[in-house]
Each structure stands twice: as C-alpha cells, then as structure tokens.
C-alpha cells in the first residue's frame, strides 16, 4: 500500500523571514474564487442554488383535508383525546397517537441527537415510533406516511421548545426515512406555525380556535376534579372509571357541536356516584417544574402523580390555563415596561407598530385586561357544571410580586419566576404541606430556580417542605427514593394537623363521621369545604365541627359576636391601615401605576369620545365658521339624496 496517498501530508513550517507555503485546498478556492469573478465580469454568471429545508414552512392545503389525518400529542391524555373530538367535529380527520412511552423514549434516542433533555427523546421518539408502526405494520410506504400525515403539537414552553424541538423533530424524521414530514407547532408567541390564504387546509377561524379552548379547559376542569376526588375514593378504580365516562361525553359534545354545558353537569353525575371517605389524612402536594415534565401522566416523569398517590398524597397540579394566565400577564408586563420608552423598540417584546397608535398602548393593555377577565370566568363557567367548586387559578400579580426579590420577573426560561413565587405561597397562604419541583435532567432554567434560589426559600420560610427532581427517563429508582424521603415529612405534617384540628375543634373522628352519616352532602365528592387548613381533611373539619357542637341559635349567636368583634378590631386597626395605605400611596412605584391606569382610563374615554363624536363636531364646527364668514369663499355640496329628489 502506498503510505503517500494515506497519511496525511505534513505541512512544513515557514522560515523566518519567508512566506508561509500556500495548502493545496486554499490555493484550490483561490482558483474557484477568480474563475468566478472573471464569470461574472464577463456576463456569464451561474445562478446559485441555495438548498432549502421544505420542512420549515409546513403547508397544508385545503385539497388535502380529505385524505391527510392530523396526528396530535403534547399536552395531558384528557386533552388530547378532548382536542381530537373537536378537530374532528370540524371536518378533520384526527388522531391521538397517545402518550409517550418508554418505546418512544428508545426510539428519541436512537435517531435524536445525543445530550437532549428526555421530553425532546419522548415527544420526538413518540412521534417517530408511530410513523414506524405505520411503515412496517400497517403496510404503508414512507412516501404514504409523510403525504397523508401531519403532526400538530404544542411546542411553547421555553428557550427549549422554540428552537430544540422543531430542529429535532426534523433531524429524526429525516433519519427514520420520513424527510419532508410536516409538523405543525403553537407557540407561546404567534399561534400555530401554518401559512395562511385561501387554499389553507388547516383554517384558523374562530371555530377552530373556540374548539381548541373548550377542549383545553374540559381537560383542565376533568383532571382538577378528578386529581381532588381520587385519593379519597373508597373503591379503588371508581375514580378512573368517572373521568373514562366523562371524557366520552365530553367527547360527544365537541364532536356532534352540542351544548358543552350541558354534557359537563352530565359528566358530573358520574363523578358524584363516586364513594369517598373524606376524612383520611392525605399529604397535599403541589407539583410544578418544568412545563412538560409536571404535566405528562406516564412514563416521561415516571408516572409522578399515580406514584405520589399511592404514597398518600392529595395532588395539587398546574393547568394549562394558568400556563396561559401566565402569557396573558407576561405580555401586561413588558408593555408596561416599556411603554415609556423613547423611540421606537424593535424588539421581540417591542412596541413598534404599536406604540405609533397613540391608543395602541392603551389598548394592548385593555385587552390584556378583558383577556385575563375573560379567562377567570369562562374557567368557571367550565368548573361549575362538572362540579369543581371552590377552585382558583393563581393570581399572577401576586406570585410576581413575592417572587421579585429573589427571581427577577423578567427572566423568562422555564416558567420564570413563578416556581419561586408558587413555593412561597404555599408556604405563607397554607396551600400545601409539600411542594414538588419535576424537571428534566439538565434543565437549566428550572434547575437554576429549583436548586439554587429555592434552598434561601426553604430558609427562610422554616418548616416548608420542597423536593426537587429530576427525570432522566432510566431513573425511576432514585427518582421514587428521593420522593419517598421527603413524602414521609408530608404525611407526618398532615396527620398532625388533623390530629390538631380535631383538638381545637372540641370534636373526636368518631363524632364527625357520625355527622356525615346524616348529613350526606358534606361528604359528597364534589362537596369543597372553605379553606382553613392546608389538608382537605382539616377542612371539613374545621367545617362541620361547629355543626355537630352547638344548635342553630348558638352558631348564630357566635355568628353575630363574631362579626361585631370584626367590626371593633376594623376600627381599632384603622388608623393603622390608613397609614399604612397612605405610606403606600406615597411611594413612587404606586404613583406610576396609578398614573398610568389613569392614562389608559382617559385614552380609551376619550378615544372612544373622539372615534363617536369626532366627525359631527367637525362638520358643525366648518358649518358655524362659514355661516359667521360669509366673505370666505366656498363650494356647497348638495346631499345626493336630495339632488336626486329634485330632479
């Protein structure tokens, strides 16, 4: 063998005072460089060709709605399986390719980059297990698959999901022999990533986005109520079996475009066959973290919620209307902050084009406003029929504001500042005995929050309970064990705060089961005691005690010493209060604020003044100068109708 041509060539170093010897390749591209200029200096240059990525503008147009099936995944089983009967009932053909799975996770692994966090292995993985399936299982070509196929996704969560998501989705499908595969992300930030026109095959009308929603918010309504029920349930199972019932009726509205009110109260009629014992002491856990890894339901975080059930806990989780809560505020916030700013802010939280309207700062604000207004109500337009009383999604501005002076509210990776703000809550309003940070192994945002500004959380507030975990998709041992550890803490301080309560109430177990015996609607499942305790146990305690201790005039006589001792301590504190309220007036932040709601006030009034009103007091106001200046020259243009009249 010739050991010329194999090793590599040595390349000598120059003697001082010499130029260094030119490489074969670079005087190469010198030669390819002039050949080119002298092309074109003489009239012939070729026209480059750029190579383009068709998966980046993922177009599905409307002769393709008959035969192309729209495969969704991405959010919570209820979801999902809700958000396909109302794709369908619009006319699409749409299918839930389920949860990801351990299967998928292989397969995220396989044809994925090295070095991802595991919801990028899971969703990724998911996607491209079930295009294989259908390849090798059912038959089809891969020429099939990506012609008659569409995934749809949410894809809004972080710096993660904008950028990560998209390029691995098409580096693995081009990999698995799917090139050209189309996805179609939301984002946090524009909508969904698809073109728009009049051969659009995916139309985003109000019809589509209405569907959307309510899909969304049953879910969210389905899971809240069914994550507050389960852990009480006297026949294991009988829970799941309401939510599967539930969802078919969901389903049904959404598909057949019936009344969704009206199928949520019969949804929860199957919810309140449910048998439950109320007064077991369950640990109640607020799970947050990272957007996808709290709100998966299998195998991507473990299977968290079913684990910490069986570990005696009572799940507080995160909906995904509080995600959009959280968009709502995030946008009030950065146009406020820059509202004031000189010229104009181009940037992708800018103003420009907005702040040129001299009502459009105004304006953004209002619909903010109305936004987050419309949200809160129409949630418990949701809630109430299907029987989730007593439910409140987070107040934003409060979770800032106690966040602020750990976490900055403008750092937005993960869920930004919230993780701190919901743990400090939890730990001052009694909101729950454990809270649980879940994120993927190596995610910086959440795990810079969790790991370090969260441990001057925990000390500063003493007795709060916080784990933070992480997933790695092959850890479940760990994983479980470090759970393990701190839900001992959990149960310990919901036993004894039932044990303290039922002290201090003056009444026994025995006694308050008694009570329930007769009267039954305390013990419902749907039925949500006031909160004055953390455990829901405690609660119904705390509610019924003075039921069973004392008659009706009793309870009212203490009713009205109550609020007459309200009423004495409300004058004592007030000059306090009012200090306290002008101290709070005075400062400069308060001012601004006020000042600016003022502002927008007066915008909309007088924008809203100008756009009514603005046209006739002109008119009147060129007839009354002409009329007192005969002398100034002018053409009168007869009404048409009446020049018609005339003639």
């Known amino acids: 063998m010739d050991t010329t041509t194999t090793a590599a060539a040595k390349k000598n170093l120059p003697i001082f ?19 080119e200029a002298e ?41 999902d399986f809700l ?18 799975d ?16 595991n919801p990028t292995y899971f969703t990724v993985g998911g996607l491209v297990k079930h295009l294989i399936d259908l390849r090798d299982k059912k038959g089809l070509t891969s020429e099939e698959v990506v012609k008659n196929y569409v995934f749809v996704t949410a894809g809004a969560c972080g710096p993660c999901r904008f950028g990560m998501y998209v390029t691995e989705y098409r580096k693995a499908l081009r990999d698995a022999g799917f090139d050209g595969f189309r996805v179609m992300l939301f984002q946090q930030k524009g909508g969904l990533s698809q073109a728009t026109g009049e051969d659009v095959g995916l139309e985003m009308n109000p019809a589509f986005f209405i569907g959307i929603i309510k899909a969304i918010v049953c879910g969210d309504t389905l899971n809240a109520l069914a994550y507050r029920i389960r852990p009480y349930e ?36 199957e919810f309140e066959k449910v048998k439950v014992d109320k007064l077991r002491p369950k640990a109640k856990v607020s799970i947050i973290g990272e957007f996808w890894a709290m709100t998966t339901e299998g195998d991507g975080n473990y299977a968290l919620q079913r684990f910490l059930e069986s570990e005696g806990s009572e799940n507080d989780i995160q909906l995904t209307t509080a995600w959009l809560l959280y968009n709502i505020w995030e946008t009030a916030r950065d146009t406020r902050e820059r509202m004031l700013l000189r010229g104009l802010d181009d940037g992708h939280y800018g103003l420009q084009g907005i702040a040129e309207d001299e009502l459009g700062v105004s304006k953004r604000l209002a619909t903010m406003k109305g936004a987050e207004l419309g949200l809160r109500v129409g949630f418990q337009a949701f809630a109430q029929p299907l029987g989730l009383f007593g439910y409140h999604l987070p107040d934003m501005e409060l979770v800032a504001d106690v966040a602020k002076d750990y976490y900055s509210n403008d750092l937005r990776g993960g869920e930004g500042h919230m993780e701190v703000g919901k743990l400090i809550v939890n730990a001052v309003h009694g909101k729950a005995h454990m809270t649980l940070s879940v994120k993927p192994f190596g995610c910086m945002p959440s795990s810079g929050v969790s790991d370090g500004v969260q441990s001057l959380i925990t000390n500063r507030y003493p007795g709060t309970i916080f784990c933070a975990v992480e ?5 479940a041992t760990n994983f479980y064990s470090r759970v393990q550890m701190y839900m001992f803490k959990a149960r310990l301080a919901a036993q004894e705060e039932l044990r303290r309560t039922y002290e201090e109430c003056g009444v026994t177990e025995e006694e308050v089961r008694a009570f329930l015996d007769k009267n039954p609607k305390y013990a419902s499942p749907l039925h949500h005691s006031p909160h004055k305790a953390t455990g829901s146990a405690a609660n119904l305690v705390h509610e019924v005690a003075p039921l069973i201790k004392k008659t009706a005039s009793e309870r009212a006589k203490d009713k009205a010493e109550a609020i007459a001792t ?48 603005g046209p006739l007091v002109a008119k009147l106001a060129g007839k009354a100068y002409f009329e ?3 002398e100034v020259a002018h053409v009168v243009h007869e009404d048409n109708m009446a020049v018609a009249a005339e003639e």
């Open 39 to 79: 092309k074109e200096r003489i009239g012939i240059k070729e026209e480059r060709k750029q190579w383009v990525d068709t998966m980046l503008d993922p177009m599905m147009k409307k002769s393709e709605r008959d035969h192309v099936t729209l495969l969704i995944s991405g959010l919570t089983a209820a979801q």
């Open 471 to 475: 997933t790695s998709g092959d850890g």
């Open 566 to 613: 309200g009423a004495v301590e409300a004058v004592k504190s007030a000059p306090g209060k009012v200090q306290a309220f002008v101290a709070w007036a005075k400062q400069p932040e308060t001012q601004e604020r006020l000042r600016q709601d003022a502002e927008l006030v007066a915008d909309l009034i007088r924008g809203k003044a100008k756009e009514r009103f």
């Open 234 to 269: 006297v026949e294991a199972g009988a829970t799941n079996r309401a939510v599967s019932e539930a969802k078919k009726i969901l389903y049904k509205a959404l598909f057949e475009n019936t009344n969704i009110f009206w199928a949520l109260y019969k949804a929860r009629q």
């Open 83 to 100: 958000c396909e009967g109302a794709l369908r009932g619009l006319g699409y053909n749409v299918e839930y390719i389920g949860m990801s």
């Open 628 to 630: 007192n200046n005969p």
């Open 102 to 117: 351990n299967a998928g996770l292989q397969v995220g692994k396989e044809f994925g980059n090295r070095g991802q966090c």
């Open 17 to 35: 005072g010499k130029e260094a010897p030119k490489a074969q390749d670079e005087i190469e591209r010198e030669i390819a460089f002039y050949a």
